[in-house]
């Protein structure tokens, strides 16, 4: 089941883009990937997957399709795959910017 959309949207004087580029700023992919795993987290906890349990997660696939700017408004939806992974889609205004896959484990 598909999660409910997140929206985000990284701010103009957000410190990372002081480096990233000076002139010419852009979300870092980092950035995405840290928004992504938060959204993968929020609907797990929401589906009452790994209540109360450690998980470790890992990048099992990412791509970056399309810079971002500052002040962009962007929407994250999650979805299981039939692998038990957590496919994520992270879309500007009107085209796709990243996607990707998290695999989560519960720690034992």
């Given amino acids: 089941m598909q999660s409910e959309p997140t929206t985000v949207c990284f701010a103009a004087g957000h410190p990372a883009f002081?480096?990233?580029?000076?002139?010419?700023?852009?979300?870092?992919?980092?950035?995405?990937?840290?928004?992504?795993?938060?959204?993968?987290?929020?609907?797990?906890?929401?589906?009452?997957?790994?209540?109360?349990?450690?998980?470790?997660?890992?990048?099992?696939?990412?791509?970056?399709?399309?810079?971002v700017v500052p002040g962009e408004p962007l929407t994250i939806v999650c979805t299981p795959t039939a692998a038990g992974h957590t496919r994520f889609d992270i879309s500007g205004i009107g085209r796709p910017v990243a996607t990707g896959t998290f695999v989560f484990q519960s720690v034992p």
Wanted: charged share 15%; aromatic share 4%; net charge positive.
């Fill in 18 to 67: 002081a480096g990233h580029f000076p002139g010419r700023p852009m979300v870092p992919g980092v950035l995405l990937l840290d928004a992504a795993l938060h959204a993968a987290v929020q609907a797990r906890q929401s589906a009452a997957e790994d209540q109360g349990r450690a998980v470790h997660c890992q990048i099992a696939s990412a791509k970056f399709l399309s810079p």
